[in-house]
């Protein structure tokens, strides 16, 4: 049986994203969005079911958070939470399943990031 990330997420509650974060935010280089810088403010997860939190600061404008749940082992992405803050962004509703994902996209780099044994 195969379970979709958000209920995973759902069932692991915030316990994954406490027991798992990062103490500051770090940046990390997206090399098709040469109009924002991007950190990395919180991974979670576990190793084949990573999440990450990404801020995305425009030159010209506020920041933007994205939460994202990835599954290493089939290549997938699902954005499951939004927003200008990140309060804002753990009350959004996400995308209803994972997505395949795109070469060169920014989960395709971010999947890279999370998922590549080094």
Same mark, same amino acid.
């Given at each position: 049986?195969?379970?979709?990330?958000?209920?995973?997420?759902?069932?692991?509650?915030?316990?994954?994203? *406490?027991s798992? *974060?990062t *103490?500051?935010?770090?940046?990390?280089?997206?090399?098709?969005?040469l109009?924002?810088?991007?950190?990395?403010?919180?991974?979670?997860?576990?190793?084949?079911?990573?999440?990450?939190?990404?801020?995305?600061?425009?030159?010209?404008?506020?920041?933007?958070?994205?939460?994202?749940?990835?599954?290493?082992?089939?290549?997938?992405?699902?954005?499951?939470?939004?927003?200008?803050?990140?309060?804002?962004?753990?009350?959004?509703?996400?995308?209803?399943?994972?997505?395949?994902?795109?070469?060169?996209?920014?989960? *395709?780099?971010?999947?890279?990031?999370?998922?590549?044994?080094?």
């Amino acid at each position: 049986m195969r379970v979709s990330l958000a209920a995973l997420l759902g069932l692991l509650g915030g316990v994954v994203c *406490a027991s798992a *974060a990062t *103490a500051a935010d770090y940046p990390i280089e997206i090399r098709t969005d040469l109009d924002a810088k991007f950190y990395v403010v919180e991974k979670g997860g576990s190793a084949e079911y990573p999440t990450l939190v990404v801020k995305r600061e425009r030159f010209s404008g506020g920041p933007f958070y994205t939460k994202r749940a990835f599954d290493c082992r089939s290549r997938t992405v699902q954005v499951v939470g939004e927003g200008p803050t990140l309060a804002e962004m753990n009350k959004s509703k996400g995308e209803d399943k994972p997505q395949q994902i795109e070469p060169g996209s920014i989960g *395709a780099q971010l999947w890279e990031h999370v998922c590549k044994k080094k």
